[in-house]
């Protein structure tokens, strides 16, 4: 950098020249700035011609003599920051310009510093700082009022909080420090690209990278000025509300005391990294705080008064079970959940911190010692703040909807380790048997079986996206173009929804996500070919007899089931095909729904009566091996087609026995299961106070955008809507699936309003993060047994209405990724219901019931 000195009063002057110096002296020009000063203006200067200086109050006699302007721009940096730190700038000067200050400059260095602090993007009539241009330069007017902000940028800009006040080459920037209007990028890739530019942008983009709001060594953060640390969580968090920030403002000093005093107690701490505000990818969720030791990850949820405890404590668990399954640095190492709190139950939060359902709470004046305790008592291996913050570190699990649009966009999905292990065995068996198929130009049915939330569609949606199926496709001789592979489903709910989703990638998710009703009304027209090889039908088990497929349809031929109807039309597809059914156990809710596997087995030997010289070769898992023993149907067994392991919920298997339990399928103390799933973090609360419920989801996802949260209610209780649940059939046909489940909080068609019902209909094979379902009358127990006796009655004669009762509440009891809270209305025909459900080991809202004396898992 160029030459700095000192220089007593007498000899404060421009050198190099008078204000109009020659051309010949260039940038060779001085500009004088006082070291401490009470106000300042500050112009740039476009050219050796037109220079103004605007006017600089002497305080001391100090100056800095600059020789060029490159120089001035590298100085101007450093003097302002530490001016500005030091509180020696109190006030800002009148120019005579503009009457205020402005900084600006045409040299680049300088231009790039001012454009990177102020961006034009975030200029309005409110802010303290607007664009403006001038003869002699075009820059930043300041106000008076803004001065203060102003400053807070600069040096949140150029030091991102650490106390290094040199002077830095031209267009340089500390390591992995972006402006503040772009967000901080993750310490790996401290990259100016594109990504970084989005990943501040606050916009609710599920493929945002991971990043902080702050992240630094726990020395850095504890000296950093508080104002300093806010204003960078506000630039990464533009559309924090005043409420946000002053929590903010609130809890920084306090995590700051904190940090200084751990640094006091342990040596080891100034190896320790503070991150506040992580941005889970895909979801934008953000913990509060997370403090890296050594190995062991802390992560810290702060909260007032005014949040419900049950909600607070959940969030925190659930920040933690997630980081565990999904961040590639936190497998088998202690994630640590805490609670941060001035009260709880009543009463002072403990300094010292215990241990309540499966996290620390403790009172902001415990945090140091609580952090001191954790990393003597657990031990890792060292996790740097670089690898933690890699963008590609945190892989969730994606709901069906993401996955659909990461699928439509991308064409793969995210590698999701632990999912994958369950899931893969059988995408490669069904890949290995569409090759098959095209090789020996042969015919196959491929039943994929599972439990509820297994993963069977998210195999289905993959291999319809498959790029190797473009390879496979066989020329049909027409000019249209082949379509490898399509979705159906019978669902019309999930059908919508999907299409809904994949309307934002460009409109053309129809192609791949199709109505079943709408593809076999327009292949039953006769010489109509599909254009698919594979087809994967959805909830095969649904499939409608030949009545209710007569009744649905109004088609000529309608004799036949809808299975039969299928196999008939991929009978028409050159050369090879394959058709995958994915079947559910125990999801039959419509009438004509009940007969379910036989069917497919009844299409098969009808068509081989028939003559039509087709061999179906049936794959399928020794588990449903009684459905296809037939001596005409050749049946290849695959235990790999059977999932039974549950991924939907957050990789926390026996939900679906659970929900077994509480339905009176199993028999038998369901005490040590429940706090299996309640340990494992998987919610099942139950109340009759409904403001409860929906308090306790707003508290819970109130921080987390992208959360999906509703109320959900049987089709077929006449009680609810006189207690403001409307399920009406009214009401029901306005519903819009696609609207509901993806639209954001603010629409008023969303599910997170809380108002509009989803029935067991319309929820169906799609999930919540939490759903809130209110139990009915028509799903009751009477004398220790269920009844459907009070539910509205099928127009139509059904086999067992009781078991479609019991297969809607199973639908509902199971879409909620992290839980379901139960409401219970406050009417005594469901008070024995309450009872069983509370019996069953549904947890009321109360915290510190479940296992008081274990230490929180890590």
Known sequence: MGHV???????????????????????????????????????????????????????????????EIGEFSKALQSWLLCALESGEIRGVGDNPLHGGCFLGATHRSLDEMV???????????????????????????????????????????????????????????????????????????????????????????????????WDSDLPAFQAAEPKVVCLRLVDFVPDADQKQQDAWRHWIPQLQRQSSGLLAVDPLAITYSAILEYRLPRDLRRPDVIVLEQGVVVVLELKGPDTSERAGLDQVLAYARDLRAYHEECHNRPVVPVLVRPQFGGAASP?????????????????????????????????????????????????????????????????IKRAQAHTEPALEAITAIAKEAK?????????????PGSG????????????????????????????????????????????????????????????????????????????????????????????????????????????????????????????????????????????????WRE????????????????????????????????????????????????MVPRVHEYVEHILGERVGDTRELAEHLFQSNHRFLVTRDLDEAKRYVRDRYGEAPLARYGLIASSRCKTLPSLGIDNTFSTLRRFRAGPWFNNPKDDPLSCRRLDMVGTEFKVQGLELDMAILAWGTDFRRVGGVWSDSMATKHQKKVLDSLRLRLNAYRVLLTRGRDGTVIFVPPVPELDETHEWIVGAGAASFACGRWLPSQSPSV
């Open 115 to 213: 454009t990177g602090v102020f961006p034009r993007s975030c200029c309005s009539a409110s802010t303290p700082w607007r664009w403006r241009s001038h003869p002699c330069a075009s820059g930043w007017m300041i106000s008076r009022r803004g001065w203060g902000d102003v400053g807070q940028r600069l040096i949140a800009y150029f030091h991102g909080g650490r106390r290094n006040w040199g002077c830095r080459p031209r267009g340089t920037r500390p390591p992995g420090i972006l402006p503040p209007s772009m967000g901080r990028p993750s310490s790996a890739s401290g990259a100016d690209g594109p990504a970084a530019e989005t990943a501040g942008t606050g916009d609710s983009v599920r493929g945002l990278p991971s990043g902080a709001g």
């Open 439 to 451: 090789a020996t130009q042969t015919r196959h049915l491929v039943v994929l079986t599972g439990v």
């Open 603 to 650: 299409a098969i030997l009808r068509d081989q009566a028939a003559g039509s010289g087709t061999q179906w070769i049936v794959h399928a898992p020794e588990t449903i091996r009684d459905v296809f023993d037939d001596v005409e149907i050749v049946l290849r067994e695959n235990n790999t087609l059977n999932l039974d392991h549950e991924i939907r919920h957050h």
């Open 351 to 415: 300094a010292e911190g215990r241990s309540v359902d499966g996290a620390w709470v403790v009172s902001p004046q415990g945090i140091a010692t609580l952090l001191g305790r954790l990393v003597t008592t657990l031990k890792a291996e060292p996790l740097s703040l670089q690898n933690f913050l890699r963008d590609d570190a945190y892989c969730p699990l994606p709901s069906i909807v993401d996955a659909a649009r990461e699928l439509f966009e991308h064409g793969e999905l995210p590698y």
């Open 456 to 599: 069977k569609t998210l195999v289905g949606l993959q291999i319809v996206h498959a790029k190797w199926l473009d390879r496979l496709a066989s020329p049909d001789g027409s000019a249209r173009p082949k379509s490898p592979a399509v979705y159906l489903s019978g669902n019309g709910p999930l059908v919508q929804v999907l299409q809904h989703a994949l309307s934002s990638a460009g409109g053309g998710g129809q192609t791949f996500v199709q109505d079943v009703k709408k593809y076999v009304e327009y292949h039953s027209k006769k010489g109509r070919v599909p254009l698919e090889h594979v087809v994967v039908f959805d909830e095969a088990q649904r499939a409608h007899d030949p009545d209710q497929f007569a009744k649905v349809h109004k088609l000529p031929q309608a004799d036949l089931s809808e299975p039969a109807h299928l196999m008939h039309f991929m009978q028409r597809v050159p050369e090879w095909c394959v058709l995958v059914a994915l079947v559910g156990s125990g999801q039959a809710i419509h009438n004509g729904e009940e007969v379910g596997l036989p069917l």
């Open 5 to 67: 000195e000192d220089v007593t009063a007498e000899d404060t002057r421009v050198e190099g020249g008078s204000a109009n110096g020659s051309a010949q002296e260039g940038l060779a020009n001085a500009f004088c700035l006082a070291n401490r000063i009470p106000s300042i203006a500050l112009c740039a200067l476009s050219s050796a011609d037109e220079q103004r200086a605007g006017f600089v109050e002497v305080a001391d006699g100090k100056t800095l003599v600059l020789k």
